[in-house]
């Protein structure tokens, strides 16, 4: 194996378990925190309005520092938990932190264009509320939950290479130090061959899954 090509797969490898981790951790937060944005509206199923928009601002306030800022910011937050600010692991905590209000809110969309006829139906059966946020809105919901995580992993990727681009390995800090630093226009135009075909195959799976969630 060249040695390009032994760098690209290690910093594939690399980007891949960056935006793995993120991603799950952001679908295991965001769905929660949409739900609760949701459920705790105004003629919500938990109506509480105070608590609604005490979630609403935090989400607001990180979703709109720039994802550099942001990641330099929590460089003190990154250290205490993972025990360093460059690397693999240490970019999860600022890309989790920063994937996640901004998937909550896609699936709050979702959530909210579910037919309230449904939610009313099963509230006139006697339905627990509970059972009505797990097996109405979460369900009626799902294509729009995928193409909205479809959306948040695409986003993730390219925050990704920013993140590679300041330390954090991957893909990113592939192009920086050996395409730009270095001059190497084909290291720089293999990087981004690759993060193409990565974003297309992955919306491409990601709009099928959700087309076939939607037909059942």
């Known amino acids: 194996m060249s040695p390009l090509l032994d760098r690209l797969w290690q910093a ?16 295991l ?12 509206s105004r003629d919500g199923l ?15 306030l990180f979703r709109s520092v720039p994802f550099l800022i942001l990641m ?3 460089i ?17 905590v600022p890309l989790t932190i920063a994937a996640t209000p901004f998937f909550a809110r896609i699936a709050e969309v979702s959530l909210r264009e579910v037919d309230p006829g449904l939610i009313e139906a099963a509230q006139a059966m006697g339905c627990r509320r509970r059972h009505i946020v797990w097996h109405v809105l979460l369900a009626e919901a799902r ?7 479809t959306i948040t992993l695409v986003t993730l990727i390219n925050a990704s290479a920013m993140a ?7 893909l990113g800090d592939l192009a920086y130090r050996y395409g730009y630093q270095r001059f190497d226009s084909q290291t ?19 709009d099928r899954l959700a087309k076939g969630l939607n037909r059942r």
Not at 12 to 24: E, N, P, Q, R
Not at 77 to 92: E, I, K, N, P, Q
Not at 164 to 170: F, K, L, Q
Not at 197 to 202: E, G, M
């Open 12 to 27: 594939l490898l690399d980007t891949l378990l960056m935006v793995g981790a993120s991603a799950l951790l952001a679908l």
């Open 29 to 40: 937060l965001g769905i929660p925190l949409a739900v609760l944005l949701v459920t705790t």
């Open 46 to 60: 938990f109506e509480a309005p105070q608590l609604n928009r005490v979630v609403g601002w935090l989400v607001n």
């Open 72 to 74: 330099v910011a929590l």
């Open 76 to 92: 003190p937050f990154t250290r205490l938990l993972v025990g360093t600010s460059y690397g693999v692991w240490a970019a999860v």
């Open 143 to 149: 294509p729009g939950l995928v193409g909205g995580f």
């Open 164 to 170: 590679g681009a300041i330390g954090a390995g991957g």
């Open 188 to 206: 720089m135009l293999t990087v981004i061959v690759v993060l193409v075909a990565l974003v297309c195959l992955l919306q491409y799976g990601g």
